[in-house]
């Protein structure tokens, strides 16, 4: 199996962070956003552990460690959230919400 470089790494961990914002920005489902903060979350990892491996150092792992368990936390928080908002308001769209609000 061929090594691979770690600048390919950073550079797929910045196509999935991209791709996570992109998500964040233009979804207009909570589920949705949430799914695409995770995907962020995890490039942030993959940069992290591509770092580490590029200079031989185990911090990579480790903060990366740390972000699979902020991750964890967040989505269980998140979630609980989000199912609280769907029981009172019957919608997970962030502009029903918004107009809800208004009212």
């Known amino acids: 199996m061929m090594p691979v470089h770690a600048n390919t790494v950073l550079i797929v961990a910045a196509v999935l962070f991209l791709l996570g914002l992109v998500g964040v920005l233009t979804r207009k489902n909570i589920l949705f956003m949430l799914l695409s903060i995770e995907i962020m979350l995890n490039a942030a990892g993959l940069a992290f552990v591509a770092a580490g491996s590029k200079w031989q150092q185990p911090d990579g792992q480790v903060m990366f460690l740390f972000i699979l ?6 989505v269980s ?20 919400l918004k107009e809800l609000r208004d009212k």
């Open 69 to 74: 368990a902020m991750a964890a936390a967040e």
């Open 77 to 96: 928080v998140a979630l609980a959230l989000v199912l609280q908002i769907y029981h009172q308001y019957k919608t997970l769209d962030v502009d029903a």
